[in-house]
């Protein structure tokens, strides 16, 4: 299939690893010129390198400045985005009651989740509304549609900003932009090793039973892949999914049992 995105201008946020970097190489392979982003900039340049139309940029999505300054310098290298996927690191493990009476952890989980991620979408929807053509993409979480134990703040954030994004794809439908959600379960990255090692710790078990047991919990009965990630990510992106908004899909290998 011609996912009709060749010479497209693509923003991935938080790129540099993981599920980000293999959305910015699944894009890249399709035609789009991608802007890869991440805090370590040298990492950034270094993979966008390696990829045929790409360019490396520094970028703190949590500073003030640090979305407009990303867009600015996508503009700057290629022009307008017309994909800005959504993407960031996910907090620390932690349970529902252990938060704190201040709610600093929560408010972090939020301006990072949440925040960050609307004032990165303020500075590209304008412009993806006037030319009647936009994809914006959110990396999220199978704790939206299943809120996962020891990981409220994830949850919480994650949730927010799937709120956020179903309104805003109800109101810029008829713009010819499209919002949606790809929610990963179980995928085989660094995030999910540590969530693993995590876990072990607490339960005083190896790290092998636990990943075991996870993965027996997967009707798939394995991790997903990054790649198998990105593929999904790449056709939400595409022209042929004009059609597609407003959804949450889930990349899970049928870990979420609910319909």
């Given at each position: 299939?011609?996912?009709?995105?060749?010479?497209?201008?693509?923003?991935?946020?938080?790129?540099?690893?993981?599920?980000?970097?293999?959305?910015?190489?699944?894009?890249?392979?399709?035609?789009?010129?991608?802007?890869?982003?991440?805090?370590?900039?040298?990492?950034?340049?270094?993979?966008?390198?390696?990829?045929?139309?790409?360019?490396?940029?520094?970028?703190?999505?949590?500073?003030?400045?640090?979305?407009?300054?990303?867009?600015?310098?996508?503009?700057?290298?290629?022009?307008?985005?017309?994909?800005?996927?959504?993407?960031?690191?996910?907090?620390?493990?932690?349970?529902?009651?252990?938060?704190?009476?201040?709610?600093?952890?929560?408010?972090?989980?939020?301006?990072?989740?949440l925040l960050a991620q609307q004032r990165?979408?303020?500075?590209?929807?304008?412009?993806?509304?006037?030319?009647?053509?936009?994809?914006?993409?959110?990396?999220?979480?199978?704790?939206?549609?299943?809120?996962?134990?020891?990981?409220?703040?994830?949850?919480?954030?994650?949730?927010?900003?799937?709120?956020?994004?179903?309104?805003?794809?109800?109101?810029?439908?008829?713009?010819?932009?499209?919002?949606?959600?790809?929610?990963?379960?179980?995928?085989?990255?660094?995030?999910?090793?540590?969530?693993?090692?995590?876990?072990?710790?607490?339960?005083?078990?190896?790290?092998?039973?636990?990943?075991?047991?996870?993965?027996?919990?997967?009707p798939a009965g394995r991790y997903g892949?990054?790649?198998?990630?990105?593929?999904?990510?790449?056709?939400?992106?595409?022209?042929?999914?004009?059609?597609?908004?407003?959804?949450?899909?889930?990349?899970?290998?049928?870990?979420?049992?609910?319909?």
């Amino acid at each position: 299939m011609d996912l009709g995105i060749r010479g497209r201008i693509a923003v991935v946020a938080a790129s540099t690893g993981g599920l980000g970097r293999a959305v910015a190489e699944a894009l890249a392979a399709e035609g789009a010129a991608v802007v890869v982003a991440g805090r370590r900039g040298d990492l950034a340049v270094e993979i966008a390198a390696g990829l045929p139309e790409a360019v490396g940029v520094q970028a703190d999505l949590t500073a003030p400045d640090g979305p407009r300054e990303l867009i600015e310098a996508a503009r700057a290298a290629y022009g307008d985005p017309d994909i800005l996927v959504l993407n960031g690191p996910g907090p620390k493990p932690g349970r529902a009651v252990d938060l704190d009476g201040a709610g600093t952890d929560l408010g972090s989980a939020v301006d990072s989740l949440l925040l960050a991620q609307q004032r990165l979408v303020a500075q590209v929807l304008p412009g993806m509304r006037e030319r009647g053509w936009g994809r914006i993409l959110a990396v999220g979480s199978s704790g939206v549609a299943e809120p996962l134990a020891g990981l409220v703040l994830s949850n919480a954030g994650r949730a927010a900003l799937a709120a956020y994004l179903k309104t805003l794809a109800a109101e810029v439908a008829r713009d010819g932009v499209t919002v949606n959600l790809l929610l990963p379960g179980r995928i085989a990255t660094d995030r999910v090793a540590q969530l693993d090692a995590a876990r072990a710790e607490r339960e005083q078990r190896p790290v092998a039973d636990v990943t075991a047991d996870s993965r027996a919990a997967i009707p798939a009965g394995r991790y997903g892949t990054p790649e198998e990630f990105a593929a999904a990510a790449a056709f939400l992106c595409s022209a042929p999914a004009s059609y597609v908004t407003g959804t949450a899909l889930r990349c899970d290998g049928g870990l979420v049992r609910s319909l």
